[in-house]
């Protein structure tokens, strides 16, 4: 992939057109966009979607081999935070951009613990979430502190981009796993019989119980299975202290059926193992900025079933998990952040049944499907796939400094291209007679064909008379496609512009042509012009 430069576009711009003399004061200096490392800050150290997406960008930005300086903020998280992956941190964060992994309801929080110094003469880039259409608009004043947003999925960027005064970006976390963990410990730890067939569902009751929407699995899984078939569901949460009531309510719900929950933090390994214990994960939430269990348990090779709405529709698909059918609707009271009043999903229970009934009777089918997961989560959100998006990105930022320049160049360009148009006017003038047929070859600009009496037509062209839309293959396709418009419009003259010049090099045995057959009536520095008759 070729590096990102201003100077670079200009450079081949003025390369490309050698007609083009920018005026002086546009003329600069060409410089390479400077080698730049990234501030990240985050939760990461923290047990949670949050501080595995914010790990998963510093994966990417270490694959690239970019320059970090770590800063842990999970003292502002209310999840436990003993994650190990992240063995080290920095005292000093010395470079020019800020990558901030922190929840934009927090952005106040996180300036009391780092200072606004943190964020001045910087370029601040903020990973943010958010699960609904719509964002708070309490939460606008945030972006005032940005230069821009990187999102994990389409959904978020599609809720921001219409409010944000700053770029939003998709940039996914890495989500391709890092290890898998072993099946037998997960199922003893579990205590699952050898031929049960385990579903799993993981969440926390921090990010609410009402959105994870547990309860409408537990009844989707009643409704498929017999409590004396051999198929089990696992739910998997943290935090249960902090709705006694949903807690309550999850249990039972789910105490006549076969259904285990399994309540505090484990370790990742631990973790780990429990996702290679499941035969399938099933999630029927009610929206998600991204869906990491969901991405976790593709990663995995696990058959996903997931309710179709929202972030996970970015890397779900009917050929790599089974989205869930769904239906918008109102929220009906305020639960945490979401008001009521907005949108979110309610699976189709009696999909979700059907959905994990076929699982369970079609498991070769299922296991292909797994394996497809698997296949797409490790092609599209690896780290050296998410990787080259940062890389792309922080080569526009590096350049960031130059785009005055970039916008002066561009415009004098334009500016030197309607001078040309004119020159261009004068030439056919002076060496055209009235009325005469000519063909111009161009990328289909009509200004080239417009003339006081000439009658102008594109070359290259389709049947119709209209600019083809493409360049000649060959110098022997564009020799016979003058010859046939010579006989099939009568056209007398050849015009080549100055910006279509490159042809006689490119097609030399075309240029080559025109020379030996073709009387040479004008040339300067806007165009050439030839008459499409035999030279005697």
């Excluded at 003399?21 to 979607?49: F, H, I, K, Q």
């Excluded at 370790?267 to 029927?284: K, Q, T, W």
């Excluded at 009917?318 to 639960?335: A, F, G, H, Q």
């Excluded at 045995?509 to 520095?525: A, H, I, M, Q």
Aim: proline share 4%; with cysteine; glycine share 6%.
């Amino acid at each position: 992939m070729s590096k990102y430069s201003i100077d670079k576009f200009i450079a081949d711009i003025r390369d490309a057109n050698p007609w083009y003399r920018p005026a002086e004061s546009v003329r600069t200096s060409m410089r390479e966009a400077r080698t730049v490392g990234v501030n990240v800050c985050g939760y990461l150290r923290d047990e949670s979607g949050w501080g595995a997406a914010g790990r998963g960008y510093v994966r990417a930005l270490r694959a690239l081999g970019v320059p970090l300086a770590l800063l842990d903020l999970s003292s502002l998280s209310s999840n436990r935070s003993e994650d190990k992956t992240l063995s080290s941190f920095d005292s000093a964060h010395p470079y020019d951009i800020n990558l901030v992994c922190v929840d934009a309801g927090q952005h106040y929080a996180l300036m009391s613990e780092v200072g606004e110094e943190f964020f001045e003469r910087r370029y601040n880039i903020g990973a943010w979430a958010w699960e609904l259409p719509r964002f708070p608009e309490k939460w606008y004043d945030r972006f005032a502190f940005y230069d821009e947003i990187w999102v994990g999925t389409s959904f978020i960027a599609n809720v921001l981009a219409p409010i944000s005064p700053v770029p939003v970006v998709r940039v996914p976390p890495v989500l391709a796993a890092t290890s898998q963990g072993t099946r037998d410990a997960g199922r003893r730890r579990l205590k699952v019989a050898a031929g049960e067939f385990v579903y799993l569902f993981i969440f926390d009751f921090h990010s609410h119980l009402e959105r994870k929407n547990p309860l409408t699995l537990v009844d989707a899984f009643k409704r498929a299975f017999k409590p004396s078939e051999a198929a089990r569901l696992i739910i998997k949460c943290v935090n249960e202290a902090s709705d006694p009531t949903g807690y309550r309510t999850l249990r039972e719900q789910s105490h006549d059926a076969a259904i285990s929950i399994h309540t505090g933090y484990w370790s990742s390994d631990e973790m780990r193992d429990l996702m290679a214990a499941c035969d399938a994960y099933v999630s029927l939430h009610r929206s998600e900025g991204t869906g990491l269990t969901i991405s976790d348990a593709m990663a995995h090779s696990k058959p996903v079933i997931a309710t179709g709405w929202s972030g996970n529709m970015d890397f779900m698909n009917v050929s790599n998990s089974y989205p869930v059918k769904y239906e918008l609707v109102k929220i009906r009271e305020n639960v945490g952040p979401y008001r009521a009043g907005e949108t979110w999903a309610a699976a189709s229970v009696e999909h979700a049944a059907e959905l994990m009934r076929r699982i369970y009777e079609e498991r070769e089918e299922a296991a292909a499907i797994g394996v497809a997961a698997k296949r797409d989560i490790e092609a599209n959100y690896s780290e050296e796939k998410i990787g080259s998006l940062i890389r792309q990105r922080l080569e526009v930022i590096a350049t960031r400094e130059r785009f005055a320049v970039f916008r002066r160049e561009i415009r004098a360009f334009q500016e030197g291209y309607r001078q040309l148009i004119a020159s261009i006017r004068d030439a056919v003038r002076a060496a055209i007679p009235a009325e005469a047929r000519m063909l111009v070859i161009s990328k289909g600009d009509p200004q080239l064909l417009q003339h006081d009496q000439q009658r102008a037509a594109h070359f290259p062209q389709a049947t119709d008379g209209q600019y083809a839309g493409h360049h000649p293959a060959t110098s022997r396709e564009a020799i016979a496609h003058l010859e046939e418009l010579r006989g099939k419009s009568g056209a007398q003259y050849l015009l080549i512009p100055a910006t279509a010049m490159w042809w006689l090099e490119h097609y030399r045995e075309f240029g080559e042509e025109l020379e030996r057959r073709f009387d040479e009536v004008w040339k300067d520095e806007s165009c050439i012009i030839f008459r499409l008759s035999d030279k005697e």
